[in-house]
T-cell receptor, first 112, second 115 residues
Framework: GDSVTQMEGPVTLSEEAFLTINCTYT??????LFWYVQYPGEGLQLLLK?????DKGSNKGFEATYRKETTSFHLEKGSVQVSDSAVYFC???????????FGQGTRLTINP | EAGVAQSPRYKIIEKRQSVAFWCNPI?????LYWYQQILGQGPKLLIQ????????DSQLPKDRFSAERLKGVDSTLKIQPAKLEDSAVYLC?????????????FGAGSRLTVL
């Protein structure tokens, strides 16, 4: 079945460091790909998405590119801030299954 | 626009007791989802409604969990009897039909602790 695998956390970085959180997927068909973020004490929020191969999603300085050849959707940010501390979830949505499948989440902590 | 409303935010019960969670989706969103998020894991879909019909309940433990969506708007998720392993955050989400159906808006969740 469809699945998403994220790099294991927790990830701890210093402010202004470069961030990469790896995400790979297995799916039949052509899924849409998402990154959701969960800040402490809050619900899941959509961070960015890409709906077809080579699309780049971006928001709040974060970027991810849909790579069909490597079945990946890695999240990157050039300079992280303390306020980026949260749990990040990679997810996919296939038209056939009509549901969102999540990875296990990666907890990110940014130290000042 | 108002978001997805859920209640209660927190609930503590003993095993074998029952509990119910309520969700009010965004107005006009035809599709409603209930996810279970166990600590340290990603959310897992329990049940998906399209209007008031069930689209997918393949991962709902039907011996103890039930859900309904009356009149295609609000939804209630019930657990009876609860087990220790049901301790989790129960997330409700909604989405539009057709284009945009793959973007879900989540509520803040209902955290259940079973003792």
């Amino acid at each position: 079945g469809d699945s998403v695998t994220q790099m294991e956390g927790p990830v701890t970085l210093s402010e202004e460091a470069f961030l990469t959180i790896n995400c790979t997927y297995t799916a039949t068909g052509y899924p849409s790909l998402f990154w959701y973020v969960q800040y402490p004490g809050e619900g899941l929020q959509l961070l960015l998405k890409a709906t077809k191969a080579d699309d780049k999603g971006s928001n709040k300085g974060f970027e991810a590119t849909y790579r069909k050849e490597t079945t990946s959707f890695h999240l990157e940010k050039g300079s992280v801030q303390v306020s980026d501390s949260a749990v990040y979830f990679c997810a996919l949505h296939t038209q056939g299954a009509q549901k969102l499948v999540f990875g296990q989440g990666t907890r990110l902590t940014i130290n000042p | 626009e108002a978001g997805v409303a859920q209640s209660p935010r927190y609930k503590i019960i003993e095993k074998r007791q029952s509990v119910a969670f309520w969700c009010n989706p965004i107005s006009g969103h035809a599709t409603l989802y209930w996810y279970q998020q166990i600590l340290g894991q990603g959310p897992k879909l329990l049940i998906q409604f399209q209007n008031n019909g069930v689209v997918d309940d393949s991962q709902l433990p039907k011996d103890r969990f039930s859900a309904e969506r009356l009149k295609g708007v609000d939804s209630t998720l019930k657990i009876q009897p609860a087990k220790l392993e049901d301790s989790a955050v129960y997330l409700c989400a909604s989405s539009l039909e057709g284009r945009g159906a793959n973007v879900l808006t989540f509520g803040a969740g209902s955290r259940l602790t079973v003792l």
